[in-house]
């Protein structure tokens, strides 16, 4: 089975403008998590999606948005983008809950300038 | 505040040494897992242990789970140069009704050979 992909592999964005990001997740998984990491706050959760519906979500403002599609892949959404944005964003997929093994995409870099 | 943090921060060692890393969490878990970083790449899952098992091993790997010390232990024996890398614990657990996987910020652990 091929893994979790996310796409791009690296970004860069200047302040202000918007960025989405994408991950499909292996094939028959139908949680779809997305993370934040920073050398200083460590891997911070944005928010899970099952079956198109956000099941969780972390303590992010509302700049940061995702949806999943019918097919599971998902996609996250930055507006606005500030210089505290720039982070490894990191795609997890599970088959059905975050109590089982996630499974990680290789993420995507973002910087913003 | 994170759920689960690791101790220690950082760890250095000659190859075929044994690294021991910690992990304490503040509630109640369904289940608590260990995943590996290559630097800045995504995450790869190691074990997996429920909050009824004590023990559990895979490979080198040898995992311990104190519930009522709310803590566990990753032993990695016979260490490699490869096992260079960082290492989180993440606990599963139901808050207002929804399920979280909490990761803790990390232990870099180095080999040296």
């Known amino acids: 089975k091929a893994g979790v992909t996310q796409t791009p592999r690296y970004l860069i964005k200047t302040r202000g403008q918007q960025v989405t990001l994408s991950c499909s997740p292996i094939s028959g998984h139908r949680s779809v998590s997305w993370y934040q990491q920073t050398p200083g706050q460590g891997l911070q959760f944005l928010f899970e999606y099952f079956s198109e519906t956000q099941r969780n979500k972390g303590n992010f403002p509302g700049r940061f948005s995702g949806r999943q599609f019918s097919n599971s892949r998902s996609e996250m959404n930055v507006s606005t983008l500030e210089l505290g944005d720039s982070a490894l964003y990191l795609c997890?997929?599970?088959?059905?809950?975050?109590?089982?093994?996630?499974?990680f995409g290789p993420g995507t870099r973002l910087l913003v300038l | 505040s994170q759920q689960g943090e690791e101790d220690p921060q950082a760890l250095s060692i000659q190859e075929g040494e044994n690294a021991t890393m910690n992990c304490s969490y503040k509630?109640?878990?369904?289940?608590l897992q260990w995943y590996r970083q290559n630097s800045g790449r995504g995450l790869v899952h190691l074990i997996l242990i429920r909050s009824n098992e004590r023990e559990k091993h895979s490979g080198r790997l040898r995992v311990t789970l104190d519930t009522s010390k709310k803590s566990s232990s990753l032993l990695i024996t016979a260490s490699r140069a490869a096992d260079t890398a960082s290492y989180f614990c993440a606990t599963d657990f139901v808050q207002g009704g929804s399920e979280k996987l909490v990761f803790g910020k990390g232990m870099k652990l180095t080999v040296n050979p």
């Open positions: 509630t109640s878990i369904n289940n």
């Open positions: 997890a997929s599970s088959l059905i809950t975050v109590q089982e093994t996630q499974y």
